[in-house]
């Protein structure tokens, strides 16, 4: 092979990225134009939406127009697949009556109730939530049901499902809710003495004193990790 190669002109190089990050203005990052992408100047002039529009899809809508308690319910909710009824309080154990009787609904099956607890959420800051499963139809959908911080009161459905005096026990053990017309509504976890309800997310993580010898929980921050 010969020596005598044509030259080839050097590429030039790309501009060197400076060391100090640049600030990002607009979503794709670009910093010697326009903001284009409006990301910069984003602004929200309408609130989300709170409720799924019709049609919902699935079983759904024939299981909201069966029930036929609109009035009852505050909203309707499909993510993930998922249908959640949210229904007013003073109308929950109406909801879940219906629902188990209803032969064209035949929820008879309850997976249990839980708490929520929402504090940016004013005037709703607690949920209770009902999971509940249609063995004769093979059918599930959620029932959420909320109160203040300030009135902490939910109706108890322990008549229509028997099974919820042990859970609704736990929920308002965890998160504070007061079942009213539950049938023994005490802790069921914690002792009775104990103050306060370690599920909501204004309780402490750490630090909280212990009745046995003294002992304490030690904050996150300073328990041992583990690699």
Known sequence: MSDN???VPETPRPPSVPETPVAR?????AHDSGDTSGYGGLVVRRAPELSTPRPYGGYFDELVDTLDLDEAISRVVVDRGELTLHVKRERLVEVCQKLRDEPALRFELSLG???VHYPHLKGEELHAV???CSITHNKRVRVESSAP????HIPSTVAVYPTHDWHEREAYDFFGIVFDGHPALTRIMMP???DGHPQRKDYPLG???VEYRGATIPA????RSYS
Do not use: A, K, N, S
């Open 5 to 7: 190669l044509p030259e």
């Open 25 to 29: 203005h607009g979503m794709f990052g």
């Open 113 to 115: 109730v839980t708490g």
């Open 130 to 132: 009902i999971h509940l």
């Open 149 to 152: 911080d300030e009135d902490p």
């Open 192 to 194: 009775d003495d104990w």
């Open 207 to 209: 630090g909280i004193p």
């Open 220 to 223: 996150p921050d300073q328990r």
